[in-house]
């Protein structure tokens, strides 16, 4: 049964989940690096829980409850006390193999390995334990507490036991559970991203500006956000690495990623989190 939850990685989307699971009645041990972006992953929870106090959906008291489930870590080793570990670290297959190799060693023989990747191969992660019947994707989206889906990846050796065990979790934190086999880009990534990349395209063929190519999806088609304002949330240089999983991966000119993406990357230009990309988060 899982009590405790560890989440590796305290940035946009670690951060979020460590809340929905504190939310959800589990224990937290929210972990990174540096105690610095720890204590950063906190202070985005707290800020999105007085939100919803202030606005009258949370009690203060419930509030503290949540944050009181919530343990800082810097160190791979307090997972150990972890029935579960979502990886939520950087998007690099050496990193993520180097904290999966460590975790295998470190945690109980029962507990379940996930990762939050959006795009790396599930199957090829839990290659590296020796437990790949209990290394299973959990692909959250962002922002976390708001996007209901959870999209859960069977790795190739992934075990009935291990999905249904995350499948309640998803449940439990209020999710809208997708199961999809491994493969490049999953069901969600390989769908949403050449829409994303199109967009690109008829930006840098001129076709119109980027707030008119935005308010065709906004309006034409009832989506929150368009695609170019949602590539500077999920972050350039994300949508870039995703593009080349699903090109590598599929060897087909459909996925080949837009050279203006690619110069918005080189450029240091991410979206949100640098304060520009398409649009000037600056100000
Ligand atoms: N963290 C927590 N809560 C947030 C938030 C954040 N970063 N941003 C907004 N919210 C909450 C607000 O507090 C508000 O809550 P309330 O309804 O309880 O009051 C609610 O979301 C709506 O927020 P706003 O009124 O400020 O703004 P909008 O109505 O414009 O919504 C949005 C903002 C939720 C971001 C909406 O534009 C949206 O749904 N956009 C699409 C996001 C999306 O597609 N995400 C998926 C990205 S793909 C991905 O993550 C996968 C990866 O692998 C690439």
Redesign the pocket.
């Known amino acids: 049964m899982v009590q405790t939850i560890m989440v590796i990685g305290a940035g946009?989307?670690g951060g979020?989940i460590a809340q929905v699971a504190a939310q959800a009645g589990y224990n937290v041990i929210l972990n990174d690096i540096k105690d610095e972006f720890v204590q950063r992953g906190l202070g985005?929870i707290d800020k999105?829980l007085s939100?919803?106090v202030s606005?009258g959906?949370m009690e203060a008291a419930a509030k503290d409850a949540v944050l009181a489930k919530i343990k800082t870590s810097t160190s791979l080793d307090d997972a150990k006390d972890a029935d579960l570990v979502v990886e939520a670290a950087i998007e690099n297959m050496e990193l993520k193999a180097n904290i999966f190799k460590t975790l295998d060693v470190v945690c109980k023989p029962e507990a379940i390995l996930a990762t939050n990747t959006?795009?790396l191969p599930i199957t090829q992660i839990a290659a590296v334990t020796k437990r790949p019947d209990k290394v299973i994707g959990m692909?959250?989206?962002?922002?976390?507490?708001?996007?209901k889906l959870l999209e859960i990846i069977r790795g190739f050796m992934t075990s009935d036991e291990t999905y249904n065990t995350i499948a309640e979790i998803g449940l439990k934190m209020g999710k809208v559970n997708v199961e999809v086999k491994d493969s490049p880009g999953f069901g969600?990534?390989r769908i949403?991203?050449p829409m994303i990349n199109e967009a690109f395209f008829v930006l840098s063929e001129g076709l119109g500006t980027a707030e008119d190519i935005d308010n065709v999806m906004k309006f034409g088609m009832a989506?929150?956000?368009g695609p170019l304002a949602?590539a500077d949330?999920?972050g350039l240089d994300?949508?870039l690495n995703?593009m080349n999983v699903l090109y590598e991966g599929f060897k087909d000119s459909k996925y080949r990623p837009c050279p203006l993406l690619v110069k918005y990357v080189q450029s240091g230009l991410l979206g949100q989190k640098t304060g520009k990309g398409v649009y000037d988060y600056s100000k």
Request: proline content about 9%.
């Open positions: 946009q989307m979020g985005i999105n939100r919803a606005k959906k959006s795009s692909h959250f989206f962002n922002p976390v507490p708001v996007m969600s990534n949403l991203l989506h929150p956000m949602l949330l999920i994300t949508c995703i």
